[in-house]
T-cell receptor
Framework: KQEVTQIPAALSVPEGENLVLNCSFT??????LQWFRQDPGKGLTSLLLIQSSQREQTSGRLNASLDKSSGRSTLYIAASQPGDSATYLC???????????FGGGTRVLVKP | GAVVSQHPSWVICKSGTSVKIECRSL??????MFWYRQFPKQSLMLMATSNEGSKATYEQGVEKDKFLINHASLTLSTLTVTSAHPEDSSFYIC?????????FGPGTRLTVL
């Protein structure tokens, strides 16, 4: 059974610092991996999707890497801003069109 | 991407009543929709996979008679929490899969008194 872990559970940084969020999964036979952002009381916003054949994806200040063999993905957020404060979730998809298995999330606070 | 809506955004009900939550795919036809539940400060747990025109597939430990799912059209799936109890209070979120990427609705906050 796939298990997804995110460390740390919470992170507080001063504005301008780079953020590094970690995600690990136990079964490397994944189809793809998604990173989401969730604001309090809201739904999830998809940030980045990495296919199993890819090593990384970039969107603006966000960069996500994937090392499938070691079961790890890392989300980097450059030059953090207070508006980046949210919970970040990673989730793995084990087959096309299939359900997601989520990690516990990392709660990020960026202090002005 | 895909645009997903949910209705209502929040609902408060008395114990023993039933509550229906709607999930709509606004810009494409979804043969499959997913229903998740999220307790405070916890991650999302998949409850069931809703299949258009056929029965939903429930995850282990989820009571299908308590959480009724109907996927009557390619743009609408409904989740009915029957005989709701305070322990059913949670945040319910649906999602659709488009080109193997999942997009989520804004969620429905259910509070059972």
């Amino acid at each position: 059974k796939q298990e997804v872990t995110q460390i740390p559970a919470a992170l507080s940084v001063p504005e301008g610092e780079n953020l590094v969020l970690n995600c690990s999964f136990t079964d490397s036979a994944i189809y793809n991996l998604q990173w989401f952002r969730q604001d309090p009381g809201k739904g999830l916003t998809s940030l980045l999707l990495i296919q199993s054949s890819q090593r990384e994806q970039t969107s603006g200040r966000l960069n996500a890497s994937l090392d499938k063999s070691s079961g790890r993905s890392t989300l980097y957020i450059a030059a953090s801003q207070p508006g980046d404060s949210a919970t970040y979730l990673c989730a793995v998809n084990e087959a096309a069109g299939n359900k997601l298995t989520f990690g516990g999330g990392t709660r990020v606070l960026v202090k002005p | 991407g895909a645009v997903v809506s949910q209705h209502p955004s929040w609902v408060i009900c008395k114990s023993g009543t039933s509550v229906k939550i709607e999930c709509r795919s606004l810009d494409f036809q979804a043969t499959t929709m997913f229903w998740y539940r999220q307790f405070p400060k916890q991650s999302l747990m998949l409850m069931a996979t809703s299949n258009e025109g056929s029965k939903a597939t429930y995850e282990q430990g989820v009571e299908k008679d308590k959480f009724l799912i109907n996927h009557a059209s390619l743009t609408l799936s409904t989740l009915t929490v029957t005989s709701a109890h305070p322990e059913d209070s949670s945040f319910y979120i649906c999602s659709v899969n488009r080109n193997n990427e999942q997009f989520f609705g804004p969620g429905t906050r259910l509070t059972v008194l």
